[in-house]
């Protein structure tokens, strides 16, 4: 099931698939659901250390993880969610085209019509 070239797409569903085998092969049992939503919880706080650090006013301090990249901090939050789908029963293909449709309803002109997001300068 799993791609084997790394450029190969795969579908949300593969990707849910994908973390099923892994956690039947490799980590014994899916951790509680409230226990992957702190581990969730602290890898979005690692993307924002990241992000603070890359694109903010922040600097690295001593200790923090020099190999960090955006790539490899987003795939971990994505590997804990398909996790908490997984246990939890949620397709997240389904659920996401779901959610784009309801936004693009609710938002279609909503973001166009905000002022706010326009340049300053127009």
């Not at 600097?59 to 955006?70: I, S, V």
């Not at 789908?85 to 936004?103: P, S, Y």
Request: glycine fraction near 4%; include cysteine; charged fraction near 30%.
């Amino acid at each position: 099931m799993a791609p084997t070239d790394a450029d190969e797409p795969i579908s949300l569903r593969q990707a849910q698939q994908m973390v099923d085998q892994w956690i039947e092969q490799f980590g014994v049992r899916y951790f509680s659901e409230l226990t992957n939503l702190a581990q969730l919880m602290e890898e979005v706080g690692e993307l924002a250390r990241l992000l603070a650090r890359t694109y903010g006013d922040q600097c690295a301090k001593p200790g923090d993880n020099e190999d960090a990249t955006l790539a490899d901090e987003m795939a971990d939050i994505l590997f804990v969610l398909i996790c908490l789908a997984n246990q939890t029963g949620v397709d997240l293909q389904r659920a996401f085209r779901h959610n784009l449709a309801k936004k693009t309803e609710r938002d279609r002109h909503r973001h166009r019509n905000n002022l706010k997001l326009h340049d300053q300068g127009e």
